[in-house]
């Protein structure tokens, strides 16, 4: 049996099926929570954005463009309820975060991104017993800007079109961060 | 390329939300939804208040002009300066008053004043409504 997708549960939410929200909640609560987490560190913290985050999305949903993706949108919302949350939190660490990349957007990327992708990992890289904390510590190692690409991207399964969307920065910018942070990830790695 | 990273990342334990999680989302959607219901009722019941309280003036006044014009007024001054004579002929007395009354006028006014206490009876209700939860909230 083939799932009902994101777009007919909403269709179905706005058409007055309240469990259909539910249900959706349900299939987002989790890669919201560890995204989420991923910002915060913290699991209480975690948990009150994520709340924060379905209840922006309930307030919204009547706006939301069905011609658009859904997962985009409320991974959207929850970038900003997290920066929101960091800003209020470290304003320090929002500058990071969120990154000054409109003024570095043309440098960023440089002749180095317009090369093909890097190689890929040896398989010595799997071998390792300990390659699940190896991995959490070279992530947590790398910038937060190459950290939330990444993620994006391996972890959470977007294009780089829809995390430039997500992240309100141009596609050559994500795509320079994302080859940035893989040579980084297989310098620490391979180490 | 992308498979390896996948395969990679696949490594990463993802947590699982707290237990409980998605039933306090729903029930803070629904404590959300209850809000926007009573805030929307205070606004109507407000401009319903209002609008009755300023409504009243003129329709009291049309009333009052009503009612001289009608010679309701005289006639139920009958009541105080010729009981013995309503008294005695009380169902063409009534009559004639029916038939003075400013029905209109009456009704306007009335239905005013009950849309005004209705209003407030409801915007009393919200009101409670909304201080005892902020009351259950900071106790909390």
């Known amino acids: ?167 309100g920065k141009s596609i050559n910018t994500i795509k320079s961060q994302h080859r940035r942070g893989i040579v980084l990830l297989k310098k620490v790695l391979t180490v | 390329m992308r498979g390896d990273y996948e395969r990679l990342f696949g490594q990463i334990d993802h947590l699982e939300p707290p237990d409980g999680l998605l039933d306090k989302i729903i029930l803070r959607i629904n404590t959300e939804r209850r809000r926007r219901t009573i805030r929307f009722r205070i606004g109507l019941f407000g401009v319903l208040a209002v609008t009755a309280v300023a409504a009243f003036i003129p329709a009291w006044q049309e009333l009052q002009s009503e009612m001289a014009g009608s010679g309701f007024s005289q006639f139920f001054s009958l009541i105080f300066s010729d009981t013995q004579v309503v008294l005695t002929y009380w169902r063409e007395f009534i009559l004639s008053l029916i038939e003075s009354m400013p029905i209109l006028g009456i009704t306007v006014v009335l239905g005013l004043v009950l849309v005004f206490l209705a209003s407030v009876k409801f915007l009393v209700r919200d009101f409670s409504a909304v201080f005892s939860r902020s009351q259950l909230i900071k106790t909390n």
């Not at chain 1, 985009?72 to 919302?77: A, G, L, N, Q, R």
């Not at chain 1, 440098?107 to 991995?135: G, I, M, Q, T, W």
């Not at chain 1, 780089?160 to 969307?165: K, P, R, T």
């Open chain 1, 1 to 167: 049996m083939t799932q009902t997708t994101d777009e007919e549960l909403i269709k179905k939410y706005l058409s007055g099926d309240e469990p259909a929200f539910r249900e959706l909640t349900e299939r987002y609560l989790k890669p919201i929570y560890n995204f989420v987490y991923r910002y915060t560190k913290s699991g209480d913290s975690a948990e009150d954005i994520t709340q924060d985050v379905f209840v922006n999305v309930w307030k919204s949903i009547k706006k939301f463009d069905q011609d658009k993706k859904f997962k985009t949108w409320i991974f959207t919302i929850a970038k900003n309820t997290s920066l929101n949350w960091v800003k209020k939190k470290k304003p320090l660490l929002f500058s990071e975060l969120s990154g000054s990349d409109k003024k570095n957007e043309k440098e960023s990327y440089s002749f180095e991104d317009s090369l093909r992708d890097p190689a890929p990992l040896p398989d010595e890289v799997f071998a390792n017993a300990d390659l699940k904390n190896k991995l959490e510590l070279a992530m947590s190692s790398l910038d937060n800007n190459y950290r939330a690409v990444l993620f994006l991207h391996y972890n959470d399964h977007f294009t780089f079109q829809e995390i430039s969307e997500m992240l």
